[in-house]
């Protein structure tokens, strides 16, 4: 008896089993899209929503998140004889030339900061501190290079919760949650590098000269 009941088990283990099998491939499958699910849809959901946000839209995102910047940093100088010289200078360098893109602040932002739709924040230290005006020049030069190395609103959407992409694909709209908390994220960012090539390219490309901006970098 021990030896058939052996026998039958023997054989019942070598038995096909469908149900464990559709087990396993449905285990494998749920896994796979969990994993798509955290690791993938993010990065592409930021990416598709990123691509298809018109120009208009940044700059009306940008506004708003400047609104929720001056939160922390107080209002921009806005003497008229400072707005007109920074229109110049909006002017005689390459990118944006609309008025009102590049804004001096006294507190809040290290040395300068971009944001989506183009819009500059320059600390009032680098108009005060230096005599040369290729130093502030220098800043906004870098910061045009940074926003065109990297979509400014990447780092918005990455910095905020994944629904927010799903807001701004929707809705076309930001929360001023979103917005808000962002606009501290961004004054206590670290600035990001870049290379000597790209500043080099750049520099020559506005007809500049890069010592005085990199004695301030350094300074």
């Known amino acids: 008896?021990?030896?058939?009941?052996?026998?039958?088990?023997?054989?019942?283990?070598?038995?096909?089993?469908p149900g464990r099998l559709r087990f396993v491939i449905i285990t494998s499958f749920c896994?796979?899209?969990?994993?798509?699910?955290?690791f993938w849809l993010p990065d592409?959901?930021?990416q598709h929503t990123v691509s298809i946000v018109p120009d208009v839209k940044r700059a009306e995102i940008g506004a708003a998140l400047f609104e929720q910047v001056q939160r922390v940093t107080g209002p921009p100088c806005?003497?008229?004889?400072g707005q007109a010289v920074l229109t110049r200078l909006a002017i005689?360098?390459?990118g944006d030339p609309t008025p009102g893109q590049l804004h001096i602040l006294r507190d809040g932002v290290s040395q300068a900061a971009h944001l989506p739709g183009g819009k500059i924040l320059i600390n009032s230290n680098l108009v005060e501190d230096y005599t040369e005006p290729d130093v502030v020049a220098g800043f906004v030069?870098?910061?045009?290079?940074?926003?065109e190395d990297r979509d400014p609103l990447i780092d918005?959407?990455?910095?905020?919760?994944?629904?927010?992409?799903?807001?701004?694909?929707?809705?076309?709209?930001?929360?001023?949650a979103t917005?808000?908390?962002?606009?501290?994220?961004?004054?206590t960012a670290e600035t990001r590098p870049l290379s000597d090539d790209v500043l080099e390219k750049g520099f020559e490309a506005a007809s500049m000269r890069a010592t005085p901006y990199s004695y301030a970098v350094d300074s």
Do not use: C, M, N
Not at 31 to 38: I, K, N, Q
Not at 141 to 147: M, S, T
Not at 159 to 176: E, H, M, N, R, V
Not at 179 to 187: D, G, K, M, S
């Open 31 to 38: 896994v796979a899209l969990t994993a798509a699910a955290v």
């Open 141 to 147: 030069v870098a910061e045009r290079l940074r926003a």
């Open 1 to 17: 008896i021990d030896a058939i009941e052996k026998l039958r088990t023997v054989i019942e283990r070598r038995r096909p089993h």
């Open 92 to 94: 005689r360098l390459p």
């Open 78 to 81: 806005d003497a008229p004889e």
């Open 156 to 176: 918005l959407l990455e910095a905020s919760p994944i629904w927010s992409s799903f807001q701004l694909l929707t809705t076309g709209a930001l929360s001023d």
């Open 179 to 187: 917005l808000e908390a962002y606009a501290e994220t961004l004054l």
């Open 44 to 46: 592409a959901l930021r």
